[in-house]
């Protein structure tokens, strides 16, 4: 592999696909420059013969592989073209084969050894002007400068533009990885989130019964069996998306605002009483809007069973024409208290969920004591 991260193989074929596109254009500038050599010379009183027409197709042959070897095509068009102006020849068409060659430095090489190359390139082009039996003397100096100068600062132009957008097209890749790393991040969050922290709390009910009503544990240890395949299994599901794409998106469905009422009842076998209060007619809602609203209230439920103590929980959702909204309230410890901090436990990957599709979230404390979620998800579609 090349420092290009190509193959040498890879680096041949380009080459040889670039020679190929570029021999067109070599041969039209032959073309223009047998035909169009007599007349230009006819005009200031030359005759053009054999000596006149070997450099005009050199320069323009060189032409065939200007991509492949950048510098190497410089260095023979302007010795072609040098050496037709100090034969005495005036300028023709065979500075069109210059200019082009000039443009493919300034364009496909970095600036500083373009640079040094339309610098030679000048300074031998500028012969002319002061040997040769035809020496325009100093007053040659600005129009021999020209065909250098010019194409040099096109092609320069166009390079640091493709580089531009080059980094542009890069720095939105990483925008978007960093995007779908936030999601990754957000999903797997949640749902190992949730899954331990119900899991820790059956747990501790099974140690305290374990000793007393040794029978009674048995419900508990069901119950993190339950919960923890759950967790793996939708943990499973997010991993695949992640590996397989939108295929693996249409095969399995994300978790939505269906999947609730057995939210409750993991969260009851933890010992979280939850009640579940649903307004309008459900509808089935974008992926996306569904995911981010169950999300919101699982992680706002998983809050509850971390951090509020011994509390009960409420969850409200409301679904009208324009938009839906959840609601979750809790009877637990109020945010002043330890570990009741409202810049943590999620609130800022709820946040991001919510305010990523438009809708609008708050948090903080209940108006009755506890915590309280909110979010609105509008329906329309954005602009």
């Known amino acids: 592999m090349g420092l290009d991260g190509r193959s040498g193989v890879e680096r041949r074929r380009s080459g040889w696909r670039e020679t190929a596109a570029d021999v067109p254009?070599?041969?039209?500038?032959?073309?223009?420059?047998?035909?169009?050599?007599?007349?230009?010379?006819?005009?200031?009183?030359?005759?053009?013969?054999?000596?006149?027409?070997?450099?005009?197709?050199v320069a323009a042959l060189a032409l065939a592989v200007r991509r492949r070897w950048?510098?190497?095509?410089?260095?023979?068009t302007v010795l072609a073209a040098t050496a037709y102006l100090v034969l005495g020849y005036p300028y023709g068409p065979i500075l069109l084969s210059l200019l082009v060659a000039v443009y493919t430095v300034a364009a496909h090489r970095a600036l500083r050894p373009a640079a040094i190359?339309?610098?030679?390139?000048?300074?031998?082009?500028?012969?002319?002007?002061?040997?040769?039996?035809?020496?325009?003397?100093?007053?040659?100096?600005?129009?021999?400068?020209?065909?250098?100068?010019?194409?040099?600062?096109?092609?320069?132009?166009?390079?640091?533009?493709?580089?531009?957008?080059?980094?542009?097209?890069?720095?939105?890749a990483r925008r978007l990885a960093d995007g779908e790393r936030l999601r990754v991040?957000?999903?797997?969050?949640?749902?190992?989130g949730h899954g331990l922290a119900a899991i820790h709390m059956q747990a501790e009910i099974a140690l305290h019964l374990l000793e007393k009503r040794p029978e009674q544990a048995h419900t508990a240890l069901?119950?993190?069996?339950?919960?923890?395949?759950?967790?793996?299994?939708?943990?499973?599901?997010?991993?695949?998306?992640?590996?397989?794409?939108?295929?693996?998106a249409e095969r399995a469905p994300a978790p939505g605002l269906g999947q609730v009422p057995a939210l409750r009842e993991r969260l009851a076998g933890a010992g979280l009483p939850v009640t579940v209060r649903t307004e309008g007619e459900p509808s089935a809602l974008p992926v996306a809007l569904d995911l981010a609203a169950y999300r919101v209230v699982q992680e706002s439920l998983t809050n509850v069973l971390r951090h509020a103590g011994p509390a009960?929980?409420?969850?409200?959702?409301?679904?009208?024409?324009?938009?839906?909204?959840?609601?979750?309230?809790?009877?637990?410890?109020?945010?002043?208290?330890?570990?009741?901090?409202?810049?943590g436990s999620g609130l800022a990957g709820m946040r991001e969920r919510v305010t990523a599709l438009g809708g609008s979230f708050a948090a903080g404390p209940a108006a009755d004591g506890g915590f309280r979620v909110h979010a609105r998800l509008p329906l329309e579609e954005r602009s």
Do not use: C, N
């Open 25 to 57: 254009l070599a041969l039209a500038l032959l073309a223009v420059g047998l035909v169009g050599t007599g007349p230009a010379t006819a005009e200031q009183g030359v005759t053009a013969d054999g000596a006149a027409y070997a450099p005009v197709v």
């Open 70 to 76: 950048p510098f190497g095509t410089l260095a023979v």
């Open 117 to 172: 190359g339309a610098a030679v390139a000048l300074a031998l082009l500028t012969v002319h002007v002061f040997v040769g039996p035809s020496s325009p003397g100093l007053l040659g100096l600005m129009p021999a400068a020209a065909w250098v100068v010019v194409p040099f600062a096109v092609g320069s132009t166009v390079r640091l533009s493709r580089e531009a957008a080059a980094r542009g097209r890069a720095e939105e």
């Open 185 to 192: 991040a957000q999903e797997v969050h949640d749902v190992v």
């Open 222 to 248: 069901a119950a993190i069996s339950g919960t923890s395949k759950e967790a793996l299994d939708e943990l499973r599901v997010t991993l695949a998306v992640v590996r397989r794409g939108g295929d693996a």
């Open 312 to 343: 009960t929980a409420a969850v409200r959702i409301r679904y009208a024409p324009t938009e839906v909204e959840v609601e979750v309230t809790d009877t637990g410890r109020g945010v002043a208290e330890a570990g009741r901090v409202p810049a």
